[in-house]
Structure formats: structure tokens, C-alpha cells
């Protein structure tokens, strides 16, 4: 049987920051070689990414697993209590960057499908496409292999992301869907003049404050059925004006905001333009935004992708998971464009923080349950 906390702790020891490969997708590659999967390297603009298939391109059944193995940056390494590429295990917990998001989900995945190909060969095809891209622009990544798969005819008829689901309890949460995501970056040019004389100048620090308030404080909407009620948070204001008897010509501000699927990205960008047109004529300042639209918001309505997976996670921890579409954006969100995807995996408490870690007892549970969703999807 293959390990999956050995497997795990081994791609913590690649040193995968994004958009190093760090030697990760090599030891997936072996392994997954090893077992019959034919790999391909589908890399692109500077970053790495693998396709592997075991069965038959086109079959009628093949089923899919999307993760990534590029991490975050570690941010002030004196404050890891570990060697944050270490791989270490101690007090019940393995250790370090990329334990959580997302390698023990490669790992747990990557041992599921090794193992369910060699004891159980099914009727169809297994798919494992693990990109090096998913923390850092997402241009190179998943995108270049569903471009790829297009391409070359490979096809998966659904999907399952590895990605940390679970708040608290493992099994407690799976996601079929995402909010969309999009950043608006403001700038308002006015007039410079004398803080003793605004009446000679154009403030446009007054017009900035001015649109944000009405940004901030619209409700945009009261959720959907089976979303949240959509935000926007203002997440910085910049001027940059070390003196204080002066009224700048310059104020730059940003927003970002997560939708549910009342709205586009389209409709949202007609919006932040209305409301800084309404500004402009009312101040006289020239405000101009660039946005950008990250992923639309999207669901795999509840069916039989998630009553499978649903299913395998309560068979494997006596836990039935909420069907939820919180939290921020995956790569789910280009699979969707390609067949149905739903997302499951660990709990996340730990995820990009300073000592990151993974509960050692979660990993062969994930596992388990990547298992038997490969045993029920194939019977």
C-alpha cells in the first residue's frame, strides 16, 4: 500500500514556492509511472505541471483529481518552529510548508489512485492533473492543462479538488461551488494646491473617501440559495503625502470583491464605473479604475457528484458533509468549464501560516475516502 504521510512528507521537502517546482511533480511523476500512469509534463511560461492518465484516452468513464504542489512563501523564517521544508512529525502533526495547502491532498490522492489501479483495475480511466501554479497567477497552470487536454482530445467526465474544505472536524464540509472574485484599482487625480486654500485646488483625496463610502456601503445583495451574501472590502487606501499643509493631485485606493451568482464580473465592473462617473461629475476629479475579474462565481448543483462524495466521506468518518460554496477562489474554478467539480479535503486551520501542519490521523482518512469514491464511481 502506498503511504500517504510518507508520500506527504516527502513533497514538504521540495521546496515548491511558486513558481518553483522544486523537484515535486519528479516524484509524483515516478511514482505515478510506476504504477502504469502515462505522465506528460505540460509546462508553461516558467511553471510546471502534470498530466497523468492510467486507462485509455476517451474513455467513457474517467474520472479526475485537480491539486496543486506549489506553496506560498514562507514569510519570516525565523518564526518557524521547524524547518519549514522539513517534512518534520512530531506531537501528532507533520510539519511545514505545504502540509495543509495542499500537499497531503496530492499525497492522499496520488496513494488512493496507485493503489486503486493496481488492486482494482476499472473499466475507464483515472486522471491525476496537479499543476505548479495555483498560488501564484494561475495563468500557466491548470489553465495551460485543460488548454492541453483540449488539444490533445483528453477528456474527464468529472473531477474531484483535493483542496483543505473542512473548518474544523474532518468530513465536517465539501464545496460545490465558488464565489467569484474581482479587484478594482482606483486612482483619482485632482489638484494640488495649499491646505489653506482648497477652494484654488481639487481635493482628490475628498473624491476617493467620497467613492468608497458608496462602494462600502451599498448591500450588493442578501445571498442566493445556495451562496452568501456577496462583499466588498475596501483593503487599501494610499496618498503618500508626507506633508500636511498640502492637498495632493494624487489618491489611489483598492477594493476587492467576492460574488455570488447574482452578478457577473461584467455586471459588477458596469457598476464600480457608474458609481465613479457619478464621483467625477460631482467633484471634478478624473477617476480612473482598473479591474481585474479573477473567476466568476460558479456551482455544481447538488447531484450525483456530490452524493458520491458525500457518501465516501460519511462512509469513512461517520461525518455528512455541508454542501457549501464559502471561502475564496480554487482552480475548481477553470474545471468547471470543462465537466462537473466539486471540491474536498482536510481540515485548513494552518494553511499559509507560520508553522504550518497537517494532523497526522487526517491523512490516511483522506485517503480512504479518495479510495472508495474511486470504488463507488467505478462499480
Request: hydrophobic share 40%.
Amino acid at each position: 500500500m502506498t503511504d500517504p504521510v510518507a508520500l506527504t512528507a516527502d513533497l514538504i521537502r521540495c521546496a515548491s514556492v511558486t513558481p518553483e517546482e522544486g523537484g515535486a511533480l519528479v516524484l509524483l511523476e515516478k511514482l505515478l509511472s510506476g504504477a502504469g500512469f502515462v505522465c506528460t509534463r505540460v509546462d508553461r511560461g516558467g511553471v510546471s505541471n502534470l498530466y497523468a492518465r492510467w486507462g485509455e484516452k476517451g474513455a467513457a468513464k474517467t474520472f479526475g483529481f485537480n491539486g496543486h504542489t506549489d506553496v506560498v512563501p514562507l514569510g519570516d523564517v525565523a518564526a518557524w518552529s521547524v524547518d519549514p521544508f522539513g517534512g518534520e512529525i512530531k506531537d501528532g502533526f507533520l510539519w511545514g510548508r505545504g502540509a495543509t495547502d495542499m500537499k497531503s491532498g496530492v499525497a492522499a490522492f496520488a496513494a488512493a489512485a496507485v493503489d486503486f489501479v493496481r488492486d482494482t483495475p476499472p473499466e475507464g480511466a483515472v486522471v491525476l492533473a496537479i499543476t505548479g501554479d495555483e498560488e501564484g497567477d494561475a495563468l500557466d497552470g491548470t489553465v495551460a492543462l485543460l488548454e492541453w487536454m483540449e488539444h490533445e482530445g483528453e477528456a474527464l467526465s468529472v473531477c474531484l479538488v483535493g483542496e483543505p474544505t473542512c473548518p474544523d472536524t474532518m468530513g465536517e464540509m465539501m464545496k460545490i461551488g465558488r464565489r467569484g472574485s474581482m479587484t478594482a484599482w482606483i486612482t483619482v487625480r485632482g489638484e494640488q494646491g495649499h491646505s489653506a486654500y482648497p477652494h484654488r485646488a481639487n481635493n482628490p483625496v475628498t473624491a476617493l473617501v467620497r467613492l468608497m463610502d458608496r462602494l462600502a456601503s451599498l448591500e450588493l445583495d442578501q445571498g442566493t440559495g445556495h451562496f452568501d451574501a456577496s462583499t466588498l472590502a475596501i483593503t487599501t487606501v494610499d496618498v503618500g503625502n508626507p506633508a500636511t499643509n498640502v492637498i495632493p493631485a494624487e489618491a489611489r485606493g483598492t477594493v476587492n470583491i467576492r460574488f455570488n451568482d447574482a452578478h457577473t464580473g461584467a455586471s459588477l465592473s458596469d457598476w464600480l464605473l457608474g458609481e465613479a462617473a457619478k464621483v467625477e461629475a460631482e467633484t471634478g476629479a478624473k477617476v480612473s479604475m482598473k479591474i481585474k475579474i479573477s473567476g466568476e462565481s460558479f456551482i455544481t448543483l447538488p447531484g450525483p457528484l456530490s452524493d458520491l462524495v458525500a457518501a465516501a466521506v460519511t462512509a469513512e468518518t461517520g461525518v455528512t458533509p455541508v454542501l457549501s460554496t464559502t471561502g475564496g477562489t480554487s482552480d475548481a474554478r477553470f474545471v468547471k468549464n470543462h465537466c462537473p467539480v466539486v471540491e474536498f479535503g482536510l481540515v485548513g486551520k494552518t494553511m499559509h501560516q507560520v508553522d504550518e501542519r497537517v494532523d497526522l490521523a487526517q491523512i490516511p482518512v483522506l485517503k480512504a475516502i479518495y479510495g472508495r469514491i474511486l470504488q463507488d464511481y467505478f462499480a
